[in-house]
């Protein structure tokens, strides 16, 4: 989608999968997950770019 998931996992050094399991746990807990991804998906820089 947005790479917004894959993005965060390279700023946390962490696993994509993992992330983004964690991230549809969030959704499925409530919709909050949504609207995160929708916000960061706005204000992350795109890769490659300066932050």
């Known amino acids: 989608m947005a790479g917004v ?4 996992a390279d700023y ?3 696993d994509q999968t ?3 399991a964690i991230w549809i746990l969030f959704t499925l807990l ?3 997950g949504i ?3 929708l916000i960061l998906w ?3 820089p795109e890769a490659g ?3």
């Open 5 to 8: 998931c894959a993005g965060l």
């Open 49 to 51: 770019t300066e932050a």
């Open 42 to 44: 706005l204000i992350m």
């Open 18 to 20: 993992l992330v983004r």
């Open 35 to 37: 609207l995160a991804y």
């Open 30 to 32: 409530g919709g909050s």
């Open 12 to 14: 946390l050094d962490m």
